[in-house]
């Protein structure tokens, strides 16, 4: 099952308490007599056998039958962890086997393996109908978030549902995004919206169009650039006219068997306008304008014109910085700003006074606009990176990819002049933009 089931997992501790209460004592008795040979088949080499040990495990709804179904999540095969998954789940209508699952879950986001052990009990968890499970667990995932670091273990369970690609992972991402840390956090948000758009079943369309109305910017971008891609409807950003399509289509719509990708973001359009070519739906965007020796002359004349109208065409509900960069890092404001037609006046000031000047420090440069609470940063260079504080082009590859992992911005890349398709520039832009949810633009000169 992919994911779910990468980290080994010591379940020495493992207590469950019995699963209905009320059962009858010769039904304990006969899994005590069944125990031992389930254990083996459970050891064997195997698959049929394992398999045919967790079909028998099916009849055992007890803490000890759960507790062998639990260590069988971490089989080495694949079709043993989904079996050993999908019978666990069908446990999850019980209190008190929900309870000891959350404790569990409680140990494991302290494991080092950013929230892969704790993903497949948070996902059973959260696919109960037990209301007080779902407050608990729902509790327990904001908590987890608010920690150090804990936003990765939440971003990883939407991650891992996502990879699943089945229909029973779609309500436990609709509970998902019932939590604060959905409302809250814009990574959760695309994430949840990524994991909807890798399972390719007729469920996680209906809750994809539920979400809807929740999703702004850069995610409602993802959601529709989804759906258009799969419905081939046409609806943009009109989220009542895709929740009116769907109440009418749902009985009827079949999901395409193969869905054609089209390059992220032509699939719609922006009506808040582009940036060399470059859709801009984000609410918080960051520009960053190389200034360095090379952009003298005609280059960062029109680097400046191209830039000064797309801040002038910003909606009045976006909110925007200004970074640039040659030998050193210059912000316009440390926060970003409203884009009120006085703050765009004071950015195009600030835009136009920029003189060139030698070095470019890319990395620098992107390291600021991260500070910034963004959606977006559009980066535009003509220059390998020389100077700052990493300058090879894939060392700050892999630095700001794995700075993104818990934030999840796209990273619009525009390449001025960037040589021949190939040259060291045009693949350190588009390799930047390809691993961090954004597009690449060659701009000749």
């Known amino acids: 099952m992919h994911a779910f089931f990468r980290q080994a997992w010591v379940a020495s501790t493992f207590a469950l308490v019995a699963i209905q209460p009320c059962l009858a004592v010769d ?106 499970v779902e407050r608990e667990t729902k509790a327990f995932l904001e908590k987890t978030a608010e920690a150090k670091n804990g936003i990765i273990v939440v971003l990883t369970l939407a991650d891992v549902l996502g990879e699943h690609q089945d229909a029973i992972d779609v309500p436990p991402l609709a509970k998902l995004a019932q939590t604060k840390v959905f409302a809250n956090q814009f990574a959760l948000r695309r994430a949840v919206v990524h994991a909807l758009s890798l399972i390719p079943k007729n469920e996680a369309i209906g809750a994809m169009v539920d979400l809807m109305d929740s ?56 009506d808040t306008g582009y940036y060399y070519g470059l859709p801009l739906f984000a609410e918080r965007l960051v520009f960053v304008l190389d200034t360095s020796g090379s952009m003298t002359g005609l280059r960062i004349a029109a680097a400046k014109r191209e830039l000064v109208k797309a801040i002038n065409n910003l909606p009045i509900y976006a909110s925007f910085g200004v970074v640039v960069f040659n030998g050193d890092v210059d912000v316009w404001h440390r926060q970003l700003v409203p884009a009120t037609v006085q703050s765009k006046k004071a950015a195009v000031l600030f835009v136009n006074s920029q003189a060139t000047r030698s070095n470019t420090a890319s990395y620098d440069a992107l390291e600021a606009a991260f500070d910034f609470d963004t959606e977006a940063i559009y980066f535009l260079s003509d220059g390998e990176p020389h100077g700052g504080k990493i300058s090879a082009p894939s060392d700050i590859v892999f630095a700001i990819t794995a700075a993104n992992k818990a934030r999840r911005i796209s990273l619009y890349t525009i390449g001025v002049g960037a040589g021949f398709p190939g040259s060291q520039l045009d693949v350190f832009l588009k390799t930047l933009a390809e691993q961090n949810l954004g597009l690449y633009r060659r701009v000749d000169e």
Request: hydrophobic share 40%; with cysteine; charged share 25%.
């Open 27 to 132: 039904r304990v008795e006969e899994f005590d007599k069944a125990r031992r040979s389930l254990q083996q088949q459970l050891r064997s080499k195997q698959t049929s056998h394992r398999l045919a040990a967790l079909k028998k495990l099916q009849e055992f709804p007890i803490a000890d039958g759960a507790k062998l179904l639990y260590n069988s999540l971490y089989d080495p095969t694949e079709e043993v962890r989904e079996s050993a998954y999908r019978t666990l789940l069908s446990l999850n209508g019980n209190q008190e086997v929900c309870d000891t699952l959350l404790l569990l879950a409680k140990k494991a986001v302290h494991q080092k393996d950013n929230g892969l052990s704790a993903a497949p009990l948070l996902a059973i968890l959260l696919s109960s109908s037990l209301p007080p």
């Open 215 to 270: 999703l702004k910017g850069e995610v409602q971008a993802d959601a529709v650039e989804h759906l258009t891609q799969v419905t081939q409807q046409i609806f943009g950003m009109e989220t009542a006219a895709w929740q009116q399509w769907w109440t009418d289509a749902k009985d009827t719509f079949e999901y395409p068997a193969h869905t054609v990708r089209k390059p992220y973001r032509t699939a719609i359009t922006s």
